[in-house]
């Protein structure tokens, strides 16, 4: 392909699959598609603004290793994450003649890859799928790991399944058409990444700062790898969530209560999470869980990130609201995850009201699941 690349294997056993880093790769997707599918068609999977600049590219590449290839367009947005963009997405497939053969190839941001997803693992129960992450965030997050879903009224991914990839295709050239805002918002879960696992990634990503936004990809590729790699580890300990797994939703807890209370609409992913992860570095703290500062750190990385970190405000009723829709919680418990400092986190059983107390309210800390990260 011309382009050096970088590969991450995500190690499922029979299931296991690379994670495969690069710039200006998009045009070898169609190669990489056969020779991990032997699929005969492909369904693209897109929204409107990533469809218009690279869908074509993708298509052609498709195309000239020989697939039948189809594009497919959603509306663009989290709100629009939903079953009737499925069962549309099921009607198409049909309509152009689809069968077992065929990949779905989802190319975009989280959104198109968690929608398509979801129809690659329940169309025909199951069909192959790729994903061509096109956002920092669905590079270092959604993309991997197989989960894949929708949102319903009450709350967000509450109806989904775990459908994992047959490959997930990075060209790093992609983030260059998105707005700094996108690309802040996505190094948000880079920044999770360090946070929960790898103290030096974190430092790494306090010396480069700002710089991590011009998309350098000298610079941008080391880190987003080891982001991925760091995932990887991850889903390959805990490919369903059983315990380990659930320090990915370091900060996803407040996140998740924030996005639904604005309707998906006016703030990002990455932004809700940046802000999520403030908070619950401060709730780390107040629990006695993590030293003085810890949050402070966290919170002034995400600053010159250009991330906001302070909670919208809403009453404190709307939040408890929220938060006891989680799909972590167990009984009247959610298992929510701390810091015991920066690349070390845990998981804490708290119910909604410990983990947003009236401002006197001092929960003491129940700890249960402890995982090291290096330092």
């Known amino acids: ?9 995500v190690d499922l056993g029979e299931r296991s699959y690379p994670i495969v880093l690069g710039e200006g790769t998009l045009d070898a997707l169609g190669e990489a598609v056969l020779r991990h599918t032997k699929a005969s068609a492909a369904a693209v999977v897109t929204v409107p603004p990533v469809g218009r600049r690279y869908a074509a590219r993708a298509l052609r590449s498709l195309r000239a290793a020989g697939l039948r290839a189809h594009r497919f367009e959603v509306p663009d947005g989290d709100a629009t994450k939903n079953l009737r963009q499925v069962a549309r997405l099921y009607d198409a497939f049909l309509e152009k003649g689809l069968d077992r053969s065929a990949v779905v190839v989802a190319l975009g941001g989280g959104m198109a890859g968690d929608l398509a ?17 096109t ?9 991997i790991g197989g989960k894949t879903g929708v949102n319903l009224s009450q709350g967000k991914n509450l109806v989904g399944a775990f459908h994992q990839p047959r490959l997930v295709w ?23 990444a360090g946070a929960i696992w790898d103290a030096a990634l974190f430092e790494r990503l306090e010396a480069l700062g700002e710089r991590l936004l011009e998309v350098e990809p000298e610079l941008l590729l080391p880190v987003l790898e080891r982001a991925c790699a760091i995932k990887a580890e991850v889903v390959a300990q805990d490919e369903r969530e059983a315990g380990l797994r659930m320090l990915l939703n370091f900060g996803h807890t407040l ?9 998906y609409r006016g703030i990002l992913h990455g932004e809700a999470v940046a802000i999520g992860m403030v908070f619950a570095a401060e709730r780390s703290e107040a629990l006695g869980m993590s030293p003085a500062g810890t949050a402070g750190r966290l919170e002034a990385l995400l600053a010159r990130l250009g991330l906001p970190t ?6 404190r009723r709307a939040y408890l609201s929220a ?22 986190a845990e998981t804490v059983p708290l119910t909604p009201a410990e983990i947003l107390p009236p401002r006197s309210g001092r929960p003491r800390s129940r700890a249960t699941s402890t995982r090291k990260g290096r330092a």
């Open 170 to 192: 990075i060209d790093v050239a992609t983030l260059r058409s998105l707005p700094v805002r996108q690309r802040a918002a996505g190094m948000a879960e880079v920044v999770k």
């Open 135 to 143: 956002t920092v965030l669905a590079m270092v997050d959604s993309s």
């Open 310 to 315: 302070q909670p919208p405000d809403f009453p």
């Open 117 to 133: 997803g979801f129809a690659a693992a329940t169309y025909l129960r199951g069909l192959a799928f790729v994903q061509v992450p």
């Open 323 to 344: 938060l006891r829709v989680d799909k972590k919680r167990r009984d009247a418990h959610i298992r929510f995850v701390g810091l015991r400092g920066i690349g070390r």
């Open 1 to 9: 392909m011309g382009r050096r690349t970088r590969s991450v294997q």
């Open 255 to 263: 996140a998740h209560a924030i996005e639904a209370l604005k309707r």
